[in-house]
């Protein structure tokens, strides 16, 4: 492999994962832990796309708190989900919401968000999510809500 400076494309042939939440996590049935948006600054600095990957059920296998010590199942699902839109996320606050919307509802449930069968290749929720509609949807909808709220705080003025 060949050195390069921070920002350089690269011609490295490999991926890396990332825990997003930082570690594993013991309470997955409650959600995800706080998520931190540096797989997505390190995705930017090295001008590669993020894909998304979703583990269900290593609180089971290997507890973040409890270690290998109580072994419960061995079962363990993980779902890699196709890049999303041009495989670039435009901010990390795109990738932290895309994020905990798809991955967060696969490991809490062991399903994709919007899924009633396990093959359902044509999920309208999780398609939407995936190629950033849904995202630009909410940022809509969050901009919207603060203009009502900036015209209301006028109005009182």
């Not at 309208?124 to 009502?148: M, P, T, V």
Request: charged fraction near 25%.
């Amino acid at each position: 492999m060949t050195a390069n400076a921070v920002g350089e494309d690269n011609d490295y042939d490999f991926d890396l994962g990332l825990l997003p939440e930082g570690q594993l996590n013991p309470t997955p049935h409650l959600g995800l832990l706080p998520c931190f948006g540096g797989a997505y600054t390190l995705a930017k600095m090295s001008k590669r796309p993020i894909r998304m990957m979703a583990l269900e059920g290593t609180h089971r296998l290997w507890h973040a708190k409890n270690g290998m010590d109580n072994v419960t199942s061995n079962k363990v699902n993980m779902r890699v989900y196709p890049p999303c839109g041009d495989g670039k996320f435009k901010s990390a606050d795109e990738f932290l919401t895309t994020f905990e919307s798809v991955v967060g509802h696969f490991g809490m449930y062991g399903t994709d968000i919007g899924s009633t069968d396990e093959n359902d290749d044509d999920n309208e929720l999780l398609n939407s999510w995936l190629d950033g509609s849904q995202w630009q949807q909410l940022k809509k909808e969050k901009e919207a809500a603060a203009a009502a709220e900036e015209e209301k705080n006028d109005g009182q003025k």
